[in-house]
């Protein structure tokens, strides 16, 4: 039955939308992998729980008037340092949900190799209703109280941009951070997804999509797992609907696209685009810059029920809008092969096992949209070590490269042309480094999730053995500090 005022551990009510909390959504799906493995009891039960959390009122002058805000921030796990996460601007925030959503990051850095622990933050505002000095202002108070109360540094916790939010935001939090703490050498680093000219890296907006990308990539060349699932390998022609066109669903669909896909249906909280022919990504983008939506596409036809088009037939069904999206109500009815995760949560616990028994594969959220954060760990590498990627190395690089082109137009005595001398020459540039550092983090991840679903005849679906790659990484790092002998 649906809990229409389920009251969290926290004591906060989850609204009416969700069968469970999400936090007990996320340990429900921890529990099937925790009990396939032989840690102690005291482990995983430290491993599962959230270490800090810090929840803050605060007044903020917004047109003449006060209006006290409510924000939060979480530190799921501390087994690695810094903290990561990003910062959602939502009506909807509550501490439950930034909970759930710092366990995540916690197995999603873990999964991905990138050796942080988890956090999240939020803060309950809709920011289409502040004006932009408005939400600057809001902004810099909440990275004060995160200041004052060290929840924040390129040691302790870095925020990144999550819904609502972007280098923008993060721009001002940098600003306020280096104001309040003056001297500290890499306080650039205390906060990712900044823009370009603050200490950002080449490649951090289009990552969480990109990664994405790459993975479902991965996903479609593995012919033994399209055999299991009853569908042809590679990505040419393969059908997608897009659940939001915000930062990751826009990109998703723009390198699905551009992979050999055909979308066939986006859609957005006022309505849906659907085309057997395919939507062109780019186009419709344009058209919502113009109008203000991706609805009255002429490219397409429009449905105002958007979220109808979910259940949708297609290949692919990519949920990136928000958690809870696909739950028992809806889940018999959607008819996609494979549900590529690009939200946080966005397929409830209780949805899980009804879509497993129709056959379809869920590449789950902590691998799949675990490409923001890997590329948040370049930025923040960048940052501590104060040069950008390819300074030290592109021009050695292009030296060698010519050396090497020469001798070969020597040897057999042809010339090459010039495009392809620059071709072969070229050195990388930091984004070059950035996105084939996300290919190869995606790809190896994605062996290794896989490698545990092969070996193992108890884990039954891609999600549990994603678990259970992150659980036995960051057992490992307790193992290691001699907490858990
Ligand atoms: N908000 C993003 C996520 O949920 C990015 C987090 C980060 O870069 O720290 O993965």
Not at 79 to 85: E, N
Request: glycine share 10%; net charge negative; charged share 20%.
């Amino acid at each position: 039955m649906a809990a229409t005022s389920a009251t969290t551990a926290s004591g906060n009510s989850a609204p009416k939308y969700f069968e469970i909390p999400f936090f007990a959504s996320v340990n429900e799906n921890f529990n099937k992998a925790a009990v396939l493995l032989d840690h102690p009891k005291g482990l995983l039960d430290q491993i599962r729980v959230c270490n800090s959390v810090y929840y803050m009122q605060f007044p903020v002058r917004i047109k003449g008037e006060i209006q006290v805000i409510s924000a939060w921030r979480a530190e799921h796990s501390h087994h690695k340092l810094p903290c990561k996460g990003g910062i959602r601007y939502s009506e909807n925030v509550n501490q439950d949900e930034v909970i759930a959503l710092s366990a995540l990051m916690t197995y999603k850095c873990a999964v991905v190799n990138v050796p942080f622990g988890g956090g999240k933050g939020g803060i309950k505002i809709n920011p289409k209703n502040y004006s932009e000095e408005e939400l600057e202002r809001i902004t810099r108070r909440y990275t004060v109280e995160l200041i004052h109360k060290n929840f924040i540094g390129p040691a302790v916790d870095v925020p990144a941009p999550d819904y609502g939010t972007g280098a923008r935001e993060m721009a001002w939090i940098a600003d306020t951070y280096q104001t309040f703490v003056g001297k500290e050498i890499d306080a650039l680093g205390c906060v990712t997804g900044k823009p370009i000219p603050l200490g950002g890296v080449h490649g951090r907006t289009e990552a969480t999509g990109r990664g994405l990308f790459f993975g479902v990539r991965e996903a479609l060349n593995d012919a033994e797992l399209m055999k299991k699932i009853n569908m042809s390998v590679g990505m040419e022609g393969k059908t997608v609907i897009v659940q939001g066109f915000g930062n990751v669903g826009y990109h998703a669909a723009k390198f699905l696209q551009e992979g050999g896909a055909t979308i066939i249906g986006i859609i957005e909280w006022d309505g849906a685009v659907v085309s057997a022919n395919g939507i062109d990504v780019e186009a419709l983008d344009a058209h919502r810059k113009t109008t203000g939506s991706i609805t009255n596409f002429h490219g397409a036809t429009t449905v105002k029920q958007g979220n109808s088009v979910l259940e949708y037939e297609c290949d692919i069904l990519v949920p990136s809008a928000l958690e809870s999206q696909i739950t028992k109500f809806n889940a018999p009815n959607i008819k996609a092969k494979i549900i590529a995760e690009g939200a946080n949560g966005p397929v409830v616990a209780s949805a899980e096992d009804i879509l497993l028994e129709k056959g379809i594969l869920i590449i789950p959220d902590m691998y799949l949209n675990a490409g923001g954060v890997v590329v948040s760990y370049f930025e923040w590498l960048k940052n501590i070590s104060h040069v950008r990627f390819g300074r030290m190395d592109k021009r050695f690089e292009e030296g060698g490269n010519f050396r090497l082109v020469s001798l070969v137009e020597r040897m057999t005595g042809q010339s090459l042309t010039p495009e392809e001398k620059n071709m072969l020459i070229r050195g990388a540039d930091e984004e070059d480094l950035v996105n084939s550092g996300l290919e190869d983090s995606m790809i190896t991840a994605y062996h290794e999730i896989m490698a545990i679903w092969r070996t193992r005849p108890n884990v039954k679906d891609m999600r549990t053995a994603a678990f259970i790659s992150a659980i036995d990484k960051i057992a490992h790092s307790y193992f290691q500090m001699g907490i858990f002998p």
